[in-house]
């Protein structure tokens, strides 16, 4: 029986369009309305309030702070309130197993968490650096906690409601609007604090998140019901004990550890490389690596999700994973030739491209791996893991960058990312598999 879409049936290779009886009228194809729906127009919509918070607790209020005369080692404790982004599998069960009473288990609580992020962030913009710094660090610590909630809800959601062939440009526009939130509270907000304060600067901040509750409100529900699990206790054994079960669960986590892991590598040093290592001004910097580079990132994002549409889940992983492994070594030619400035755009640009059709990818292959029934648990669970990648290659960097030098660095950043790709080619059929189901 084909699955339910907001406008027909819809099966795996297009929508079947019937009659009460059941007879088919007519078809149309997946390719007709990919880019034109309600399922993929609120993913910009949710990628925005997703975004908002992150920078709005970490750089933002970091320059605050600064700006506030408040002393480094307080600044540096300040870090910890975004703890809840890196722990946040922890309570995800709990989203399986409880349906809010208004608007279903994902929606509800998205509803949930960006009601209470507005509250908060209103809350946030009244606290006083220098007269009360514990209390506006125990207010930003509880806006990670809900961004960190929203996040999971929302990526639980995504999973949910998009379909094989839309999770490439759903993820796409997803991180479009995802950056975007982080440029509205990151850049903006700087400049809105210079000229009317900080305290304004957090109200409107607090009000940005109504983009995403429009998302959340005029979003579809899941084309099909899932029964959440029964006891609490089944909602954080059973999810593990489904993807343990399947054929290959070993390696397919390797390969969410591994497929990023040589992309990561490189950027734990990028910045340090441009000013250090062949000598660009703040300002270059500043231009290319971040302003190019962003555009270059939205770029690939959406690039990559619509080419996702005809490629497919395996083809488009190991395309992207070869692109940036390559893009690795425009950096390693830069090292070499040295203080090139469209040498420098160049693999700057190159780089963030590939990253972002990467990174789109990645998404899909994430949303295609988790059951229904515990999308919250699974989903957060494996962008832990794919964070630990992150985690342990910036330690060693710097001593590698010392010990081998710039050249040699970014060509062992290539080489980091190949295994990632012999996995990738190796679980072939598994992922096709993945792509062809729901």
Same mark, same amino acid.
């Given at each position: 029986?084909?699955?339910?879409?907001?406008?027909?049936?819809?099966?795996?290779?297009?929508?079947?369009?019937?009659?009460?009886?059941?007879?088919?009228?007519?078809?149309?194809?997946?390719?007709?309305?990919?880019?034109?729906?309600?399922?993929?127009?609120?993913?910009?919509?949710?990628?925005?309030s997703s975004g908002l918070p992150l920078a709005l607790t970490s750089s933002t209020l970091q320059a605050w702070l600064t700006v506030s005369a408040i002393d480094i080692r307080t600044i540096?404790?300040?870090?910890?309130?975004?703890?809840?982004?890196?722990?946040?599998?922890?309570?995800?069960?709990?989203?399986?197993?409880?349906?809010?009473?208004?608007m279903g288990r994902r929606r509800g609580w998205m509803l949930l968490a960006q009601l209470g992020l507005m509250f908060l962030l209103g809350v946030m913009a009244y606290g006083s650096p220098e007269h009360a710094p514990v209390a506006l660090g125990l207010v930003a610590l509880a806006v990670t906690f809900?961004?960190?909630?929203?996040?999971?809800?929302?990526?639980?959601?995504?999973?949910?409601?998009?379909?094989?062939?839309?999770?490439?440009?759903?993820?796409?526009?997803?991180?479009?609007?995802?950056?975007?939130?982080?440029?509205?509270?990151?850049?903006?907000?700087?400049?809105?604090?210079?000229q009317i304060g900080w305290q304004a600067t957090y109200l409107v901040m607090a009000g940005f998140v109504t983009i995403g509750l429009v998302g959340t409100v005029v979003g579809p529900d899941p084309a099909w019901e899932v029964r959440p699990p029964e006891t609490l206790a089944d909602a954080i054994t059973q999810p593990f004990k489904e993807f343990l079960?399947?054929?290959?669960?070993?390696?397919?986590?390797?390969?969410?550890?591994?497929?990023k892991l040589g992309d990561a590598f490189a950027g734990t040093l990028t910045?340090?490389?441009?000013?250090?290592?062949?000598?660009?001004?703040?300002?270059? $910097?500043? *231009?290319?690596?971040k302003g190019l580079g962003l555009a270059s990132l939205l770029i690939? !994002?959406? @690039?990559?999700?619509?080419? &996702? $549409?005809? *490629?497919?889940?395996?083809r488009s992983l190991l395309l992207f994973g070869?692109?940036? !492994?390559? @893009?690795?070594?425009?950096? &390693?030619?830069?090292?070499?030739?040295?203080n090139s400035y469209w040498l420098m755009a160049f693999a700057v640009a190159f780089e963030n491209f590939a990253g972002g059709m990467g990174t789109v990818a990645f998404v899909?292959?994430?949303?295609?791996?988790?059951?229904?029934?515990?999308?919250?648990?699974?989903?957060?669970?494996?962008?832990?893991?794919?964070?630990?990648?992150?985690?342990?290659?910036?330690?060693?960097?710097?001593?590698?960058?010392?010990?081998?030098?710039?050249?040699s660095f970014f060509s062992v950043t290539f080489v980091v990312a190949l295994p990632g790709l012999f996995v990738l080619w190796y679980l072939r059929s598994p992922i096709d598999t993945l792509d062809k189901s729901t």
């Open positions: 029986m084909p699955l339910r879409c907001a406008e027909h049936s819809c099966g795996d290779n297009g929508c079947v369009i019937a009659t009460a009886g059941g007879k088919v009228v007519g078809q149309h194809s997946p390719g007709k309305t990919i880019f034109l729906n309600r399922r993929i127009g609120i993913m910009p919509l949710l990628g925005l540096g404790i300040f870090g910890l309130v975004g703890l809840p982004y890196t722990v946040k599998f922890l309570w995800s069960p709990l989203m399986d197993r409880f349906v809010p009473p208004w809900l961004s960190a909630s929203q996040d999971i809800a929302v990526d639980a959601y995504r999973a949910d409601i998009l379909r094989p062939v839309e999770r490439g440009f759903g993820a796409g526009v997803f991180v479009a609007g995802y950056r975007v939130g982080l440029l509205l509270a990151g850049a903006l907000a700087l400049i809105m604090a210079e079960s399947r054929p290959g669960a070993v390696w397919l986590i390797v390969l969410v550890v591994l497929y910045t340090a490389f441009l000013i250090r290592g062949v000598g660009f001004t703040l300002s270059d $910097v500043g *231009l290319i690596n690939g !994002a959406l @690039s990559g999700g619509a080419i &996702m $549409v005809r *490629l497919g889940l395996f070869i692109l940036q !492994a390559v @893009s690795n070594l425009g950096f &390693m030619l830069l090292a070499w030739v040295g899909a292959l994430l949303m295609a791996l988790c059951d229904h029934r515990y999308t919250a648990t699974q989903f957060a669970l494996l962008t832990a893991l794919a964070a630990l990648g992150r985690v342990f290659v910036g330690p060693p960097s710097g001593y590698a960058v010392e010990a081998i030098g710039w050249v």
